[in-house]
């Protein structure tokens, strides 16, 4: 390779091809002076005897060399052979070293500068480290040079690995070639350090100034003066300062300002299928990655969501217990009224939220325990008298033993019968009446044995008088009968007592 030469001018220079593979290149120019065109002229030579490279590809201007050659085309939109990630920078890198596949990285499709800086500065270190064992021959191409080595800004990640192959690729057999049309904005290191440097017609002053600072004022006019495709070649192989003119080149330049006539894409050659099949399996596999990652990031939402509402619940159950706690101690130790009324309303509190029969239950459990001495004892005795009257109201008072004893007594000391004494008793229990309508109720024809038990029983006190009806008494049971009953039972007993002692 070391006598393999190119001629991209129109004059008879070589240019040797492993100066331009492995060294450090720039070539400059004003917008329209030819600088792609001069570069897709060295790219074709270069192609022409199977030398790789890569070029990236700012404005989507070099896939035309298809016509003529097989190249790998890739990038971010559908005009490519394959649309690549940084997932794909380990097989572009295998193809282009391994298997000499020149490759344009198209990166005008890329949607924010910052896309693509990611996956040049990735191609570009990959093509670095490989090249450390490889140490193969190849040129990186880089349009648009100022957007990645900036001379105004400081270098981000991408600028810093190209400066990097710019001053130890050499070694590597990794040479890099910029291009830009604006030099006073590439870093000066750069384009002074540079092995060869192609100079296209520039007009402005802080870019003449650069031609003055690196070739030298006398060569600013000249400069100034170049026609399109004319350039001033500075180059380490060359001897001194020399003028040339470029060939156009001779594949389809898609950069070429567009002739509206009759503009028609060309045939382009393709790469073998077998190779985008295996690019696009790794596209496959990112995707499938991709979907993996998405359905665990809504697995992981769905769990996140749970772990809320346990932690909710948890939350509740604590402030249940500290809740419950507190009723414990409430229980357990003699409770100050304060703190009494203060754990009560909050039991009131909670029977009114929304808890279940049982809970309640309980809760009236927990406030009955708690309530006061005094309190309960109030309840306790409200409770006994509800019961006695119920009680009482159900009585039938002849199934009162004490009453039943106490109408034979008075059977026995009076001139009243006992069956008279007993319905009379029975049928003034519920009613008020006259003689009359008690007879009637017992089965008497008149009222003669019913009167010795109405004036027998008005004289126990067990039944009164309550008015008249047809100038007749109306009778009822005395309101106290029972209780006169229970007193008379007690006072009997009581006597009884006393004798058997005396
Ligand atoms: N050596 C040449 N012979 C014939 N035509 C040329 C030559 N160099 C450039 N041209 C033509 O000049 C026009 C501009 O060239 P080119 O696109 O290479 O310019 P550029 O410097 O890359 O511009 P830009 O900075 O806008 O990319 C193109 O139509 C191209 O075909
Ligand atoms: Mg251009």
């Known amino acids: 390779m070391s006598e393999q030469t190119i ?3 129109k004059e008879e220079i070589d240019f040797p091809v492993v100066e331009l593979l492995t060294g450090r290149g720039f070539i400059t120019g004003k917008s329209g002076s030819g600088k792609s065109n001069t570069t897709g002229v ?8 199977n030398f790789p490279f890569l070029i990236v590809d700012t404005e989507g201007e070099y896939y035309g060399l298809k016509e003529e050659y097989e190249i790998l085309h890739v990038g971010a939109d559908e005009s490519c052979d394959v649309r690549i990630g940084k997932e794909h920078t380990g097989k572009i890198i295998d193809l282009a070293l391994e298997k000499n596949l020149p490759i344009v990285l198209d990166v005008s499709g890329y949607l924010s500068d910052d896309d693509a800086k990611d996956i040049v500065g990735s191609v570009v270190k990959g093509l670095f480290d490989k090249e450390k064992k490889m140490k193969k021959p190849f040129l990186l191409v880089i349009e648009e040079c100022h957007e990645y080595i900036p001379e105004q800004m400081k270098l981000d990640d991408c600028g810093q690995a190209i400066i990097k192959v710019a001053k130890r690729g050499r070694k590597r057999g990794l040479g890099v070639l910029g291009i830009s049309q604006r030099p006073a904005d ?19 002053d802080t870019d003449l100034n650069v031609v003055r600072r690196v070739i030298g004022k006398d060569s600013v006019d000249t400069v100034k003066e170049l026609e399109t495709g004319e350039v001033l070649i500075d180059a380490d192989f060359l001897d001194g300062l020399q003028k040339v003119s470029f060939k156009e080149r001779e594949t389809f330049h898609a950069g070429q300002t567009p002739d509206l006539s009759d503009f028609e894409t060309p045939d382009l050659k393709s790469v073998s299928s077998d190779l985008v099949d295996e690019l696009q399996q790794i596209t496959k596999e990112k995707e499938e990655e991709k979907d993996r990652i998405s359905e665990l990031e809504e697995e992981l939402e769905k769990k996140n969501k749970e772990i809320e509402n346990l932690e909710e619940r948890i939350n509740d159950l604590k402030d249940h ?3 419950a706690e507190r009723f414990v101690s409430a229980i357990e130790h003699e409770v100050g009224d304060e703190e009494r009324e203060e754990i009560t309303q909050e039991i009131e509190n909670a029977k009114r939220t929304s808890l279940n029969q049982e809970v309640l239950e309980k809760l009236d459990q927990i406030l009955e325990k708690i309530s006061s001495p005094e309190q309960r004892a109030v309840e306790q005795e409200q409770r006994e008298t509800e019961k006695k009257e119920e009680n009482m109201a159900e009585q039938n008072i002849l199934d009162n033993e004490e009453f039943v004893e106490e109408l034979s007594r008075i059977a026995s000391s009076s001139n009243a019968s006992k069956k008279a004494l007993i319905s009379t008793a029975s049928y003034l229990e519920n009613n008020k009446g006259t003689q009359k309508e008690i007879a009637n109720f017992s089965g008497y024809s008149d009222t003669t044995a019913v009167s010795k038990a109405v004036k027998s029983l008005r004289d126990a006190g067990l039944i009164e008088k309550v008015g008249n009806r047809n100038r007749k008494g109306v009778y ?8 006169e009953i229970d007193s008379r039972v007690k006072s009997r007993e009581r006597a009884k007592k006393l004798q058997d002692r005396v």
């Open 42 to 49: 060295i790219l074709e030579q270069l192609l022409e005897q």
């Open 7 to 9: 001629r991209p001018a």
């Open 186 to 204: 590439v870093k000066k290191d750069f384009i002074t350090q540079a092995n060869y440097k192609i100079w296209h017609n520039l007009d402005w």
């Open 476 to 483: 009822a049971l005395a309101d106290d009968a029972i209780t």
């Open 321 to 323: 217990n500290s809740f």
